[in-house]
Protein backbone atom coordinates (compact mmCIF):
# COMPACT_ATOMS: atom_id res chain seq x y z
CA UNK A 1 0.00 0.00 0.00
CA UNK A 2 1.71 3.48 -0.85
CA UNK A 3 1.13 5.84 1.77
CA UNK A 4 2.93 9.29 1.40
CA UNK A 5 4.78 11.40 3.41
CA UNK A 6 3.20 14.99 2.94
CA UNK A 7 5.11 17.13 6.31
CA UNK A 8 7.02 15.59 9.51
CA UNK A 9 4.18 14.34 11.08
CA UNK A 10 1.44 13.51 8.00
CA UNK A 11 0.91 10.63 5.78
CA UNK A 12 -1.47 10.38 3.49
CA UNK A 13 -3.33 7.34 1.92
CA UNK A 14 -4.16 8.39 -1.99
CA UNK A 15 -7.51 7.71 -2.41
CA UNK A 16 -8.16 4.85 -4.45
CA UNK A 17 -10.41 2.07 -5.56
CA UNK A 18 -14.12 3.00 -4.31
CA UNK A 19 -12.29 5.86 -1.92
CA UNK A 20 -13.75 9.10 -1.66
CA UNK A 21 -11.38 11.09 -0.49
CA UNK A 22 -8.18 10.24 0.68
CA UNK A 23 -6.88 9.00 4.30
CA UNK A 24 -4.50 11.00 6.35
CA UNK A 25 -2.86 10.06 9.43
CA UNK A 26 -0.95 12.19 11.98
CA UNK A 27 2.05 10.72 13.64
CA UNK A 28 5.78 11.27 14.07
CA UNK A 29 8.26 9.02 12.02
CA UNK A 30 8.64 6.58 15.18
CA UNK A 31 4.95 6.17 15.79
CA UNK A 32 4.34 5.31 11.89
CA UNK A 33 6.64 2.47 12.20
CA UNK A 34 4.35 1.03 15.03
CA UNK A 35 1.28 2.20 13.10
CA UNK A 36 1.79 0.35 9.48
CA UNK A 37 1.81 -3.35 11.07
CA UNK A 38 -1.35 -2.51 13.00
CA UNK A 39 -4.83 -2.82 10.52
CA UNK A 40 -6.14 0.52 11.55
CA UNK A 41 -4.77 1.72 8.40
CA UNK A 42 -7.39 -0.54 6.57
CA UNK A 43 -10.06 1.08 8.93
CA UNK A 44 -9.25 4.68 7.68
CA UNK A 45 -9.39 3.52 4.06
CA UNK A 46 -12.73 1.65 4.97
CA UNK A 47 -14.28 5.08 6.51
CA UNK A 48 -13.27 7.24 3.31
CA UNK A 49 -16.00 4.90 1.50
CA UNK A 50 -18.65 6.44 3.34
CA UNK A 51 -21.07 8.71 1.40
CA UNK A 52 -21.18 11.78 2.06
CA UNK A 53 -17.18 12.15 3.96
CA UNK A 54 -15.75 15.75 3.67
CA UNK A 55 -12.03 16.46 2.96
CA UNK A 56 -10.17 13.34 4.39
CA UNK A 57 -10.60 10.25 6.66
CA UNK A 58 -8.14 11.45 9.38
CA UNK A 59 -6.39 9.96 12.02
CA UNK A 60 -4.56 11.24 14.91
CA UNK A 61 -1.21 9.73 16.14
CA UNK A 62 -2.55 7.55 18.90
CA UNK A 63 -4.43 5.69 16.62
CA UNK A 64 -5.44 1.89 17.06
CA UNK A 65 -7.93 -1.18 16.02
CA UNK A 66 -11.43 -0.53 17.01
CA UNK A 67 -14.60 -1.31 15.84
CA UNK A 68 -15.56 0.20 12.32
CA UNK A 69 -13.73 3.05 12.66
CA UNK A 70 -10.39 3.09 14.25
CA UNK A 71 -9.29 4.58 18.09
CA UNK A 72 -8.09 7.77 16.77
CA UNK A 73 -10.29 8.25 13.65
CA UNK A 74 -12.28 11.50 12.73
CA UNK A 75 -14.79 11.85 9.92
CA UNK A 76 -16.98 14.87 8.74
CA UNK A 77 -19.92 14.04 6.77
CA UNK A 78 -22.16 16.22 4.33
CA UNK A 79 -25.78 17.25 5.83
CA UNK A 80 -27.57 16.28 2.80
CA UNK A 81 -25.45 13.49 1.08
CA UNK A 82 -23.83 12.14 4.72
CA UNK A 83 -24.45 9.31 7.08
CA UNK A 84 -24.21 8.42 10.75
CA UNK A 85 -22.31 5.39 11.74
CA UNK A 86 -22.58 4.28 15.31
CA UNK A 87 -19.08 2.75 15.10
CA UNK A 88 -17.52 6.08 14.40
CA UNK A 89 -18.87 7.10 18.05
CA UNK A 90 -18.13 4.18 19.57
CA UNK A 91 -20.14 1.87 22.36
CA UNK A 92 -18.64 4.06 25.61
CA UNK A 93 -20.53 7.35 24.46
CA UNK A 94 -19.20 10.10 25.18
CA UNK A 95 -15.97 8.99 27.26
CA UNK A 96 -13.95 11.67 28.09
CA UNK A 97 -11.43 13.57 30.83
CA UNK A 98 -11.56 16.34 32.82
CA UNK A 99 -9.24 18.02 34.75
CA UNK A 100 -9.69 19.49 38.05
CA UNK A 101 -6.89 21.93 39.60
CA UNK A 102 -6.29 22.41 43.77
CA UNK A 103 -4.66 24.75 45.49
CA UNK A 104 -2.36 21.99 47.22
CA UNK A 105 0.92 21.60 46.24
CA UNK A 106 2.71 18.12 46.20
CA UNK A 107 4.34 18.51 49.22
CA UNK A 108 1.10 19.44 50.63
CA UNK A 109 -0.31 15.96 49.44
CA UNK A 110 2.24 13.53 49.66
CA UNK A 111 2.65 12.37 53.16
CA UNK A 112 -1.09 11.86 52.86
CA UNK A 113 -1.32 10.21 49.31
CA UNK A 114 -2.81 6.61 50.60
CA UNK A 115 -5.14 8.04 53.03
CA UNK A 116 -6.47 10.31 50.00
CA UNK A 117 -6.57 7.64 47.27
CA UNK A 118 -8.11 5.11 49.91
CA UNK A 119 -11.08 7.42 50.61
CA UNK A 120 -11.78 8.27 46.80
CA UNK A 121 -11.83 4.64 46.38
CA UNK A 122 -14.19 3.57 49.02
CA UNK A 123 -16.51 7.04 47.57
CA UNK A 124 -16.28 6.36 44.18
CA UNK A 125 -17.20 2.73 42.97
CA UNK A 126 -14.97 1.38 40.22
CA UNK A 127 -14.94 -1.59 38.19
CA UNK A 128 -16.74 -3.44 36.16
CA UNK A 129 -20.86 -3.49 37.04
CA UNK A 130 -19.92 -1.43 39.99
CA UNK A 131 -23.29 0.62 41.22
CA UNK A 132 -24.42 2.57 43.69
CA UNK A 133 -26.30 1.90 46.50
CA UNK A 134 -28.99 3.70 45.47
CA UNK A 135 -31.22 3.77 41.99
CA UNK A 136 -32.76 6.41 39.85
CA UNK A 137 -36.23 6.49 38.92
CA UNK A 138 -37.21 6.34 34.75
CA UNK A 139 -38.47 10.10 35.35
CA UNK A 140 -35.15 10.91 37.23
CA UNK A 141 -33.03 9.24 34.48
CA UNK A 142 -35.08 10.60 31.65
CA UNK A 143 -34.42 14.51 33.17
CA UNK A 144 -30.49 13.33 33.19
CA UNK A 145 -30.79 12.48 29.71
CA UNK A 146 -32.45 15.41 28.77
CA UNK A 147 -30.32 18.19 30.76
CA UNK A 148 -26.53 16.63 31.52
CA UNK A 149 -24.51 17.98 33.86
CA UNK A 150 -26.97 20.28 34.47
CA UNK A 151 -28.72 18.07 36.26
CA UNK A 152 -26.35 17.29 38.45
CA UNK A 153 -25.60 21.10 39.51
CA UNK A 154 -28.83 21.78 40.39
CA UNK A 155 -29.05 18.38 42.82
CA UNK A 156 -25.70 20.05 44.77
CA UNK A 157 -23.21 18.16 43.11
CA UNK A 158 -21.45 21.18 41.76
CA UNK A 159 -20.70 24.58 41.56
CA UNK A 160 -22.70 26.68 38.67
CA UNK A 161 -19.16 27.59 37.13
CA UNK A 162 -19.02 24.46 36.07
CA UNK A 163 -21.00 24.42 33.05
CA UNK A 164 -18.70 27.03 31.09
CA UNK A 165 -15.96 25.08 31.50
CA UNK A 166 -17.54 21.79 30.26
CA UNK A 167 -18.19 21.00 26.17
CA UNK A 168 -21.31 22.05 25.07
CA UNK A 169 -21.91 23.14 28.01
CA UNK A 170 -22.34 19.65 29.35
CA UNK A 171 -25.65 19.08 27.39
CA UNK A 172 -26.43 18.15 24.03
CA UNK A 173 -30.08 19.86 23.10
CA UNK A 174 -31.01 17.62 20.26
CA UNK A 175 -31.60 14.46 23.30
CA UNK A 176 -34.70 12.43 23.13
CA UNK A 177 -35.10 10.01 25.95
CA UNK A 178 -37.70 8.52 24.18
CA UNK A 179 -35.10 6.62 21.70
CA UNK A 180 -33.64 5.24 24.59
CA UNK A 181 -34.46 1.42 25.19
CA UNK A 182 -35.67 -0.19 28.01
CA UNK A 183 -32.42 -2.46 28.64
CA UNK A 184 -30.57 1.23 28.80
CA UNK A 185 -32.14 2.74 31.29
CA UNK A 186 -32.23 -0.48 33.69
CA UNK A 187 -28.47 -0.42 33.10
CA UNK A 188 -28.05 3.17 33.78
CA UNK A 189 -30.00 3.86 36.68
CA UNK A 190 -27.62 2.74 39.15
CA UNK A 191 -24.20 3.58 37.56
CA UNK A 192 -24.32 7.17 37.71
CA UNK A 193 -21.39 8.60 39.49
CA UNK A 194 -19.45 5.64 39.06
CA UNK A 195 -16.01 4.81 37.23
CA UNK A 196 -15.95 1.69 35.47
CA UNK A 197 -13.42 -0.49 34.28
CA UNK A 198 -10.88 -0.75 31.44
CA UNK A 199 -8.71 2.13 30.88
CA UNK A 200 -10.85 4.34 33.08
CA UNK A 201 -9.54 5.90 35.94
CA UNK A 202 -9.37 8.70 38.50
CA UNK A 203 -5.80 10.03 38.76
CA UNK A 204 -4.18 12.57 41.41
CA UNK A 205 -1.26 14.22 39.78
CA UNK A 206 0.90 17.52 40.00
CA UNK A 207 2.07 19.96 37.51
CA UNK A 208 5.59 19.04 36.53
CA UNK A 209 6.70 21.47 33.53
CA UNK A 210 5.39 24.59 32.12
CA UNK A 211 5.74 24.50 28.33
CA UNK A 212 3.98 27.95 27.94
CA UNK A 213 3.64 30.29 30.32
CA UNK A 214 1.15 32.90 29.11
CA UNK A 215 -1.44 29.42 28.87
CA UNK A 216 -0.40 28.43 32.12
CA UNK A 217 -1.10 31.54 33.95
CA UNK A 218 -4.76 32.05 32.10
CA UNK A 219 -5.69 28.28 33.16
CA UNK A 220 -4.36 29.14 36.67
CA UNK A 221 -1.30 26.46 36.56
CA UNK A 222 1.37 26.09 38.54
CA UNK A 223 4.56 23.99 38.50
CA UNK A 224 3.88 21.31 41.52
CA UNK A 225 0.48 22.05 41.93
CA UNK A 226 -1.98 18.64 42.40
CA UNK A 227 -4.49 18.32 39.81
CA UNK A 228 -7.04 15.65 39.26
CA UNK A 229 -8.23 13.63 36.05
CA UNK A 230 -11.13 11.63 35.78
CA UNK A 231 -11.67 9.85 32.26
CA UNK A 232 -15.10 7.75 32.04
CA UNK A 233 -18.05 7.36 30.15
CA UNK A 234 -21.80 7.03 29.63
CA UNK A 235 -21.09 3.30 31.56
CA UNK A 236 -23.84 0.59 30.63
CA UNK A 237 -26.14 3.30 29.86
CA UNK A 238 -24.28 4.38 26.30
CA UNK A 239 -23.24 0.96 26.19
CA UNK A 240 -26.32 -0.57 25.73
CA UNK A 241 -27.59 2.68 23.42
CA UNK A 242 -24.95 1.81 20.89
CA UNK A 243 -25.73 -1.88 20.98
CA UNK A 244 -29.21 -1.23 20.37
CA UNK A 245 -28.75 0.82 17.02
CA UNK A 246 -25.99 -1.32 15.28
CA UNK A 247 -28.59 -3.51 14.91
CA UNK A 248 -30.93 -0.87 13.56
CA UNK A 249 -28.26 0.50 11.09
CA UNK A 250 -27.44 -2.84 10.03
CA UNK A 251 -31.22 -3.01 8.40
CA UNK A 252 -30.48 0.62 7.24
CA UNK A 253 -27.80 -0.52 4.93
CA UNK A 254 -30.05 -2.68 3.44
CA UNK A 255 -33.14 -0.36 2.89
CA UNK A 256 -30.97 2.57 1.40
CA UNK A 257 -29.01 0.53 -0.74
CA UNK A 258 -25.30 1.48 0.74
CA UNK A 259 -22.65 0.02 0.06
CA UNK A 260 -19.31 0.00 2.61
CA UNK A 261 -16.49 -2.27 2.77
CA UNK A 262 -16.98 -3.23 6.22
CA UNK A 263 -20.23 -3.98 7.62
CA UNK A 264 -19.35 -2.80 11.31
CA UNK A 265 -19.47 0.56 9.75
CA UNK A 266 -23.07 0.16 9.59
CA UNK A 267 -25.17 3.59 9.15
CA UNK A 268 -28.27 5.64 7.98
CA UNK A 269 -28.68 8.61 5.86
CA UNK A 270 -28.48 11.45 8.51
CA UNK A 271 -32.02 12.69 7.30
CA UNK A 272 -33.32 9.10 7.95
CA UNK A 273 -35.56 8.20 10.78
CA UNK A 274 -32.78 5.91 11.92
CA UNK A 275 -30.36 8.38 11.84
CA UNK A 276 -32.38 10.79 13.85
CA UNK A 277 -33.50 8.09 16.20
CA UNK A 278 -29.76 7.52 16.95
CA UNK A 279 -29.11 11.33 17.17
CA UNK A 280 -31.39 11.54 19.84
CA UNK A 281 -30.36 8.21 21.89
CA UNK A 282 -26.62 9.41 21.41
CA UNK A 283 -26.97 12.64 23.00
CA UNK A 284 -29.26 11.08 26.01
CA UNK A 285 -26.09 8.90 26.27
CA UNK A 286 -23.93 11.89 26.05
CA UNK A 287 -25.71 13.76 28.76
CA UNK A 288 -25.96 10.55 30.84
CA UNK A 289 -21.81 10.75 30.74
CA UNK A 290 -21.22 14.52 31.72
CA UNK A 291 -23.58 13.74 34.62
CA UNK A 292 -21.52 11.00 35.81
CA UNK A 293 -18.23 13.09 35.20
CA UNK A 294 -19.69 15.66 37.40
CA UNK A 295 -20.88 13.61 40.10
CA UNK A 296 -17.48 12.05 40.33
CA UNK A 297 -15.88 15.36 40.34
CA UNK A 298 -18.21 16.51 43.23
CA UNK A 299 -17.35 13.73 45.55
CA UNK A 300 -13.77 14.29 44.75
CA UNK A 301 -13.97 17.63 45.89
CA UNK A 302 -15.50 16.42 49.14
CA UNK A 303 -12.98 13.90 50.10
CA UNK A 304 -10.23 16.45 49.44
CA UNK A 305 -12.11 19.43 51.64
CA UNK A 306 -12.46 16.89 54.16
CA UNK A 307 -8.90 15.21 54.10
CA UNK A 308 -6.59 19.04 53.93
CA UNK A 309 -9.44 21.60 55.05
CA UNK A 310 -9.45 23.23 51.46
CA UNK A 311 -12.65 25.08 50.38
CA UNK A 312 -14.76 23.54 48.46
CA UNK A 313 -14.74 26.32 45.79
CA UNK A 314 -11.00 26.41 45.58
CA UNK A 315 -11.21 23.41 43.37
CA UNK A 316 -11.74 24.39 39.92
CA UNK A 317 -12.68 22.40 37.05
CA UNK A 318 -10.21 23.39 33.97
CA UNK A 319 -12.18 21.39 31.77
CA UNK A 320 -14.17 18.53 30.42
CA UNK A 321 -13.78 16.86 27.18
CA UNK A 322 -15.30 14.13 25.45
CA UNK A 323 -13.82 11.64 22.60
CA UNK A 324 -16.35 9.55 21.36
CA UNK A 325 -19.42 11.76 19.92
CA UNK A 326 -20.57 12.83 16.52
CA UNK A 327 -21.79 17.02 16.43
CA UNK A 328 -22.57 19.54 14.19
CA UNK A 329 -19.90 21.97 13.77
CA UNK A 330 -18.66 24.54 10.99
CA UNK A 331 -16.30 23.94 8.90
CA UNK A 332 -14.99 26.31 5.52
CA UNK A 333 -15.38 23.94 2.23
CA UNK A 334 -13.95 25.14 -0.63
CA UNK A 335 -14.34 28.34 0.40
CA UNK A 336 -17.65 28.01 1.34
CA UNK A 337 -18.75 27.85 5.93
CA UNK A 338 -20.72 24.63 5.75
CA UNK A 339 -22.32 22.74 8.65
CA UNK A 340 -21.23 19.00 8.62
CA UNK A 341 -21.69 16.11 11.13
CA UNK A 342 -18.05 15.38 12.70
CA UNK A 343 -17.63 12.08 14.22
CA UNK A 344 -14.52 12.22 16.67
CA UNK A 345 -13.74 8.25 17.93
CA UNK A 346 -10.74 8.32 20.12
CA UNK A 347 -10.14 11.94 19.27
CA UNK A 348 -10.53 15.57 21.30
CA UNK A 349 -12.11 18.35 20.23
CA UNK A 350 -9.50 21.15 19.62
CA UNK A 351 -11.34 24.32 19.12
CA UNK A 352 -9.32 27.44 18.31
CA UNK A 353 -8.75 30.96 20.22
CA UNK A 354 -11.62 33.00 19.65
CA UNK A 355 -14.10 30.41 18.61
CA UNK A 356 -17.55 31.32 19.64
CA UNK A 357 -17.57 27.64 21.74
CA UNK A 358 -14.22 28.18 23.27
CA UNK A 359 -14.84 29.37 27.18
CA UNK A 360 -14.85 33.09 27.88
CA UNK A 361 -11.66 32.58 29.92
CA UNK A 362 -9.98 31.00 27.36
CA UNK A 363 -10.81 32.95 24.20
CA UNK A 364 -7.40 34.51 23.88
CA UNK A 365 -5.69 30.30 24.16
CA UNK A 366 -7.82 28.02 22.65
CA UNK A 367 -9.93 25.32 24.30
CA UNK A 368 -7.64 23.45 26.53
CA UNK A 369 -7.13 19.70 25.00
CA UNK A 370 -6.82 16.67 28.14
CA UNK A 371 -4.62 14.32 26.88
CA UNK A 372 -4.14 11.39 29.16
CA UNK A 373 -1.21 8.66 29.35
CA UNK A 374 -0.58 6.12 31.70
CA UNK A 375 -0.98 5.35 35.26
CA UNK A 376 2.95 5.68 35.99
CA UNK A 377 4.45 8.29 33.59
CA UNK A 378 2.67 11.29 32.56
CA UNK A 379 -0.61 13.09 31.11
CA UNK A 380 -0.55 16.35 29.13
CA UNK A 381 -2.68 19.65 28.87
CA UNK A 382 -2.26 21.05 25.05
CA UNK A 383 -4.81 24.23 23.45
CA UNK A 384 -6.34 24.14 19.76
CA UNK A 385 -5.31 26.39 17.03
CA UNK A 386 -6.67 27.53 14.04
CA UNK A 387 -4.66 25.06 12.26
CA UNK A 388 -6.81 22.59 13.51
CA UNK A 389 -9.90 24.37 12.39
CA UNK A 390 -8.38 24.08 8.61
CA UNK A 391 -6.80 20.66 8.80
CA UNK A 392 -8.22 18.06 10.92
CA UNK A 393 -11.92 19.32 12.10
CA UNK A 394 -10.84 20.95 15.52
CA UNK A 395 -9.60 17.53 16.94
CA UNK A 396 -6.75 16.25 18.21
CA UNK A 397 -5.33 13.10 20.11
CA UNK A 398 -7.10 11.94 23.28
CA UNK A 399 -4.41 9.87 24.80
CA UNK A 400 -0.97 7.29 24.43
CA UNK A 401 -2.72 4.56 22.32
CA UNK A 402 -2.41 1.04 23.08
CA UNK A 403 0.97 -0.84 22.58
CA UNK A 404 0.03 -4.04 23.59
CA UNK A 405 -3.52 -5.58 23.47
CA UNK A 406 -5.15 -6.55 26.76
CA UNK A 407 -4.41 -10.12 26.27
CA UNK A 408 -0.69 -9.60 25.67
CA UNK A 409 -0.38 -7.02 28.64
CA UNK A 410 -2.07 -9.75 31.01
CA UNK A 411 0.21 -12.71 29.64
CA UNK A 412 3.60 -10.12 30.02
CA UNK A 413 2.71 -8.94 33.73
CA UNK A 414 0.76 -11.88 35.03
CA UNK A 415 4.04 -12.74 37.38
CA UNK A 416 4.46 -9.13 38.40
CA UNK A 417 3.26 -7.60 41.55
CA UNK A 418 2.12 -4.65 39.88
CA UNK A 419 1.16 -2.45 43.04
CA UNK A 420 4.08 -2.77 44.55
CA UNK A 421 6.40 -2.13 41.35
CA UNK A 422 3.75 1.26 40.87
CA UNK A 423 4.67 2.09 44.50
CA UNK A 424 8.39 1.76 43.42
CA UNK A 425 7.41 4.45 40.68
CA UNK A 426 6.05 6.95 42.91
CA UNK A 427 2.50 6.19 42.29
CA UNK A 428 -0.10 5.05 44.87
CA UNK A 429 -2.62 2.56 42.71
CA UNK A 430 -6.16 0.81 44.34
CA UNK A 431 -7.98 -0.75 42.13
CA UNK A 432 -10.68 -3.63 42.23
CA UNK A 433 -8.57 -6.38 40.27
CA UNK A 434 -5.22 -7.57 39.30
CA UNK A 435 -6.67 -8.61 35.73
CA UNK A 436 -7.47 -4.22 35.04
CA UNK A 437 -3.81 -3.38 36.27
CA UNK A 438 -2.01 -6.33 34.31
CA UNK A 439 -4.35 -5.05 30.88
CA UNK A 440 -3.43 -1.28 32.23
CA UNK A 441 0.08 -1.08 33.34
CA UNK A 442 2.34 1.74 31.26
CA UNK A 443 4.32 -0.14 28.88
CA UNK A 444 1.09 -1.54 27.70
CA UNK A 445 0.83 2.23 26.39
CA UNK A 446 2.58 4.10 23.71
CA UNK A 447 4.51 7.04 25.04
CA UNK A 448 2.18 9.61 25.42
CA UNK A 449 4.48 12.33 24.56
CA UNK A 450 5.52 10.91 21.63
CA UNK A 451 1.44 11.33 20.59
CA UNK A 452 1.31 15.08 21.90
CA UNK A 453 4.75 16.16 20.36
CA UNK A 454 3.48 15.17 16.91
CA UNK A 455 0.33 17.57 17.08
CA UNK A 456 2.45 20.06 18.71
CA UNK A 457 5.07 19.97 15.90
CA UNK A 458 2.06 20.12 13.25
CA UNK A 459 0.45 23.07 15.14
CA UNK A 460 -2.26 21.53 15.58
CA UNK A 461 -2.52 21.45 19.16
CA UNK A 462 0.19 23.55 21.54
CA UNK A 463 1.67 21.60 24.59
CA UNK A 464 1.20 23.60 27.80
CA UNK A 465 2.02 21.30 30.83
CA UNK A 466 2.94 18.15 31.84
CA UNK A 467 1.29 16.12 34.90
CA UNK A 468 2.72 13.15 36.72
CA UNK A 469 1.01 11.18 38.90
CA UNK A 470 0.97 10.69 42.17
CA UNK A 471 -2.23 7.97 43.01
CA UNK A 472 -5.03 6.43 40.68
CA UNK A 473 -7.86 4.30 41.33
CA UNK A 474 -9.15 1.99 38.68
CA UNK A 475 -11.51 -0.30 38.15
Known amino acids: ?141 SRIAEEGARWTIKQGFGKKEDIEFIEENGCLPMADPSHISERAYERGKSQLGTLGSGNHFLEVGNITEIYREKEAEVLGLFLGQVTVMIHSGSR ?47 SASANYAWANRQLMMHRTREVIEKIFSIPYDEMHLIFDVCHNIAKFEEYEIDGKLKKLCVH ?73 DLHKEMEEQGVFVMSQGRRTMAEEMPFAYKDVSDVVNSMDEEGITLKVAKIKPLGCIKG
Open 1 to 141: MKIKKISKCVWEIPKHGDMRVPGRIYASEKLMQHIKNDKCIEQVINVAHLPGIQKYSLAMPDIHWGYGFPIGGVAAMDLHEGVISPGGIGFDINCGVRLMTTPLHKKDVQSKIKELVTLLFQNIPCGVGREQSYKLTHKEL
Open 236 to 282: GFGHQTCTDYLRVMQKALHKYKINIPDKQLACAPLSSPEAQAYLGAM
Open 344 to 416: RKGATRAFAPHHPKTPKPYQEIGQPVLVPGDMGRYSFILVGTHKAMQETFGSSCHGAGRELSRTQSRKKFQKH
